[in-house]
Nanobody
């Protein structure tokens, strides 16, 4: 089992940057793919990015490709989401989650979730 805690959210102007962190507890952290998802009010939770157990392979949603970068440090049990060139439409609660399998992008594939961190982009 793994427990996840997100941090780093906040209020930022459009065009700005933020780095989210996902800290995990448990000795099995490196056994999981870690994904980032986001959910805006009234919308379904959507995939943002996922990173493999080793950190070598990543997938980013088209909507964030070239602007967001997922990375992990297994020695620190932490996954990061570096966000730049933020847009108004990036406003959402951001969640990290852990899953087995092969780089899943579906919400249903993830077994463990953090509580989320709010990111608000203002004009």
């Amino acid at each position: 089992q793994v427990q996840l805690v997100e941090s780093g959210g906040g209020l930022v102007q459009a065009g700005g940057s933020l780095r989210l962190s996902c800290a995990a507890s448990g000795r099995t952290f490196s056994s999981y793919n870690i994904g980032w998802f986001r959910q805006a009010p009234g919308l379904e939770r959507e995939f943002v990015a996922v990173i493999s157990r080793s950190g070598i392979t990543t997938i980013h949603a088209d909507s964030v490709k070239g602007r967001f970068t997922i990375a992990r440090d297994n020695a620190k049990n932490t996954v990061y989401l570096q966000m730049s060139s933020l847009r108004l439409e990036d406003t959402a609660v951001y969640y990290c989650a852990a899953a087995g399998g092969v780089l899943p992008k579906e919400v249903s594939a993830y077994d463990y979730w953090g509580q989320g961190t709010q990111v608000t982009v203002s004009s």
